[in-house]
Each structure stands twice: as structure tokens, then as C-alpha cells.
């Protein structure tokens, strides 16, 4: 098939490669003439791995292309994908459509014979409703259909996600569109993985919901997390063992600073707009999103506690800035909110990311940036890991207390074994957990697979 992508974003680019792959031929197009020069020149415009390769492969075979003419794209496409950005807008929160809108105007301009026009871009329920009207006042004879299919892909694991989805959700009642849909994603039907064709609206809303319920679930096991530190209890057995249940599944109850990034923070605050425009708030959401703005300004507090209630005058080295693993993004970042409330209590930070440096420099360039993690941490009283990068896993524990001055580990991940930064030296502060010295041993929790299949069976039965 021919398929035209609009917008080489992260969403874009990596639909575009990802369809490539499939077989279809998929020409790219972009208005900044600069991010299109350097994708012909084999450079990525974002981190994420393995898409170079994908790219690359894709380019060879002679199945992806790269242009700035939306109109010739359009032209030749069956299928045309809207994948422009959608920030929040200034001031109120609402979704910024004016990229959406501007090229969906381009796009009813160019059409030449039936197509389909998708919005892959995350937009608030209506959207689609709204974009099929602006197309229609500009070509009210063209031969189209304006359908929903969001994405569903992490940061760092977006190629992975992408080609083994749970599930495809397509939004159209139009039944030539479901038919060329159904051809597009035949890869992954035949991989049986499900095609779920609703309306549009259920589409759009499927997103945003699905967004928010993950959100939710990292914003209640941190909670608990709290809970844990306050009774000495242990989240990491509290989520294991909640997560047993099949009905809450055991993913994202990984406790942490706060969920950052360019998606979370952005479709929550747009879903509860969305909710309050139809006269029926959400509650459960407005409250998820302002306890993880809280907590992620309230996480610097605990380094500080730990370093005995002042960190005025001291060096705390930071390792990991971007908002997750993985990835060079850091908007949105619980570092950006845990260094900046550092500094404000006279901290001196030094700081230190695989992938994140280049961002987190533009954004806060008063701090010092370290080129590995044993040189950031050379004469610190305290060291923060903020995010899960596997290298800070195997870190040298020894080797990195024997470089610092002071011996606060703050494990915002819970990635370091307590009772290993003990031995090293440490006085290991996790989160939701006891912190652990080598004279305060951590207490022993089991978290391997449970003998048998007897208690997820029992509470399903018990459900
Ligand atoms: C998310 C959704 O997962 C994806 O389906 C959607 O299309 C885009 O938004 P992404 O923002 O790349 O993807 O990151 P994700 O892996 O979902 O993590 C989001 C935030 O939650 C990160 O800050 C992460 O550190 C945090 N998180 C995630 C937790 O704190 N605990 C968890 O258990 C999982």
C-alpha cells in the first residue's frame, strides 16, 4: 500500500519506519526542511533504539522516503497519517489543534481519488469530528474518510511496541476505510493480535483513558508507597502482591519520583479539560495529576532530610535526568523538579545521563554536567539516582562511595540492592521502604514466583 505520513516526530517517524517494515511504501513528509536534510542523511532527529537500523533498512529497500511536499504525498497515498504535535496550550491545558488543523486543510487540498485520513496525533474526543468538517468546507466532493487510530508506543520501547501491540484500535464506521485499515495492519491480524474497529469518538477517548488509568496505577502504588515508609512496611511486596491479582495485572506499580514525559503529564491535564467541557469533572483524574505535580516537588525533601536537614553548601550528584530510561527526553522529568528545589536550598549539583544531557543542558544550563557517573559523583555528599538506566544497576557501589565525601544513596527507583549499598558504605534511602545502614539491615522480602498457580487462581475465584 501507499502511505503518506504528515509530521516526523516521534510518533511519525517511527509509525512511518514501522509500516516500511511491513512492506507498504511509506514516504515521510515534514515542513522543517532541516529535520527532513538530516533523516535523508541518515541522522535521527530523536533517541530511540534500534530506529536508525529500522530507518535504515526501510531507505535501502527503497520503502521509505523522505520529503517536505505534503501535496505530492498526499496525491499518491491510500492512506494518509496525521502525526503533527499536539502540546498542551498555553495557559489552559486544552490541546493545541492548530497543527492538526492547519494540515488537515493541506491534506483536503491535495486528495486525488479515495482516502483515508488518520489522526495518529493523541487529540481530544471530537476531533476527528471537527477535522472531517474543516476537510469538507475545502473539498466538499472529495472522496475520504477521516479516522482514528491511536498509538500506543513507550518511549525506548516503541519499535518493540509497535510491531507486538495488545491491541490496534481503529475508529471508523466507514466500511471501504475499515477494509484498507484491516490491509495496513494484516502483519499484525495475521500475528493475531486484535483489531478492535469502534467509532471514532470511543477511539479518540480510548487513548486518553487508557493514559490515565496507567497514570493512576503508578499515582496509587505511590502512594502506598508512603504508606510503606510511614508503617515499615515494604511497596515492593505491597505491589507484587496486589499484582498477583489478575484483575490489577502486575505492571506499572513500579514506585518512583512521579510520572513525567511528554505524554503522561499532557493527556491528563487535556482529558480532564475534555471532562469538565462536558460538564462532568474527573475527579479521580484531576487528583491523580495534582498528587504527582506534589510529589514531584516534594522529592527533593528527602535527600535533604537524609543529608540532616540542610543541604546548604553541600555537593549532590545526580545520575539521570530524562524522565524514564531509554530515552533523551527530559520533559517533564521529576530531576528537573528535584534539582531545581536542590538548588533553591543552596545544594551545588552535578549531574549525569546516558542520553539526556543534550536536553537537560538547554534547559538548565546553571549546573555542572559529569561525563560518567564516577566523576559526577567525586566529592559529593549525596548521590540521587533519578531514573532506571540499567548502567547505574551495575553501578560499583565501593567504588563509588570510596570518590564521595558524604554516604547518602537516595534511590528514587528502588534500582540498587539496599543491603548492597550498605555494605558498600552507604546509608541507602529508597522509596517506600525502610532507608539502610550497615548497622540497619534491610529485612528480608521474597519476591520470587510463588510456588504453583494457587494464588492467582484463588483470586479470581475470589472475584
Ligand atoms: C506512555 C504510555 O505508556 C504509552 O502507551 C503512550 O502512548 C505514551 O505515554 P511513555 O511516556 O513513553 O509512554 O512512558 P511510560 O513508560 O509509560 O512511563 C511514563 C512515566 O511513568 C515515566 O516517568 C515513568 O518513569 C513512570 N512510571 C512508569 C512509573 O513511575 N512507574 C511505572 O510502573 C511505570
Redesign the pocket.
Known amino acids: 500500500m501507499r502511505v503518506a505520513v504528515i509530521g516526523v516526530g516521534y510518533?511519525g517517524l517511527v509509525s512511518g519506519a514501522c509500516f516500511a517494515q511491513f512492506g507498504h511504501h511509506v514516504h515521510c513528509v515534514d515542513k522543517d526542511p532541516q529535520r527532513i536534510a538530516a533523516l535523508c542523511a541518515g541522522r535521527m532527529p530523536i533517541y530511540e533504539p534500534h530506529l536508525d537500523a529500522l530507518v535504515a533498512d526501510n531507505v535501502a529497500a527503497g520503502r521509505l522516503t523522505f520529503g517536505t511536499d505534503l501535496a505530492a504525498a498526499v496525491r499518491d497515498a491510500e492512506v494518509v497519517f496525521i502525526a503533527v504535535g499536539t502540546p498542551a496550550r498555553r495557559g489552559d491545558g486544552h490541546a493545541d489543534l492548530a497543527h492538526v488543523f492547519a494540515c488537515c486543510r493541506d491534506i483536503a487540498q491535495a486528495i486525488q481519488g479515495y482516502t483515508v485520513v488518520v489522526t495518529k496525533s493523541?487529540v481530544p474526543v471530537g476531533t476527528g469530528d471537527r477535522v472531517e468538517h474543516i476537510m469538507r468546507v475545502v473539498q466538499p466532493q472529495g472522496a475520504f474518510a477521516v479516522v482514528s487510530n491511536?498509538?500506543?508506543?513507550?518511549?525506548?520501547?516503541?519499535i518493540a511496541?509497535f510491531q507486538h501491540p495488545d491491541r490496534i484500535v481503529i475508529g471508523t464506521q466507514d466500511e471501504r476505510a475499515r477494509a484498507i485499515m484491516t490491509n495496513l495492519y494484516r502483519p499484525l491480524a495475521e500475528a493475531a493480535v486484535p483489531l478492535f474497529f469502534t467509532t471514532r469518538r470511543t477511539a479518540e477517548l480510548v487513548?486518553y483513558a487508557?493514559?490515565a488509568f496507567?497514570?493512576m496505577?503508578?499515582g496509587f502504588?505511590?502512594e502506598m508507597a508512603d504508606l510503606c515508609e510511614r508503617a515499615d512496611a515494604d511497596v515492593a511486596g505491597v505491589?507484587y502482591g496486589i499484582g498477583l491479582d489478575r484483575r490489577i495485572g502486575a505492571?506499572?506499580?513500579?514506585?518512583?519520583?512521579?510520572?513525567?514525559?511528554?505524554?503522561?503529564p499532557k493527556?491528563i491535564q487535556a482529558l480532564i479539560k475534555s471532562a469538565q467541557d462536558y460538564g462532568v469533572p474527573s475527579r479521580i483524574i484531576e487528583t491523580v495529576a495534582a498528587a504527582n505535580e506534589q510529589r514531584k516537588r516534594s522529592m527533593a525533601r528527602r535527600l535533604i532530610k537524609a543529608c540532616g536537614g540542610s543541604v546548604r553548601g553541600l555537593t549532590v550528584a545526580v545520575l539521570g535526568l530524562t524522565?524514564?530510561?531509554d530515552?533523551d527526553?527530559v520533559r517533564?522529568?521529576?530531576a528537573t523538579s528535584i534539582i531545581t528545589a536542590l538548588q533553591d536550598e543552596g545544594a551545588e549539583v552535578r549531574a549525569y545521563d546516558p542520553q539526556g544531557m543534550d536536553q537537560a543542558r538547554a534547559l538548565m544550563p546553571d549546573i555542572a554536567y559529569a561525563t560518567d557517573p564516577y566523576s559526577c559523583v567525586a566529592g559529593a555528599h549525596a548521590v540521587a539516582i533519578v531514573?532506571?538506566w540499567s548502567a547505574f544497576r551495575t553501578l560499583d557501589l565501593a567504588r563509588l562511595r570510596s570518590r564521595m565525601a558524604g554516604s547518602v544513596l537516595v534511590d528514587y527507583?528502588n534500582i540498587i540492592p539496599a543491603a548492597e549499598a550498605a555494605e558498600a558504605g552507604f546509608r541507602h534511602v529508597g522509596i517506600g521502604r525502610r532507608s539502610v545502614t550497615a548497622e540497619r539491615p534491610a529485612p528480608r522480602i521474597d519476591l520470587t514466583e510463588p510456588q504453583g498457580a494457587v494464588l492467582p487462581e484463588l483470586a479470581v475465584a475470589a472475584g
Open positions: 510518533v493523541t491511536p498509538e500506543f508506543l513507550r518511549e525506548g520501547a516503541a511496541d487513548k487508557a493514559n496507567l497514570a496505577k503508578i502504588v505511590n505491589a505492571q506499572f506499580l513500579q514506585p518512583g519520583p512521579g510520572f513525567g514525559g511528554s505524554c503522561f493527556d524522565f524514564k530510561a530515552t527526553d517533564e522529568a521529576p531514573t532506571e527507583r
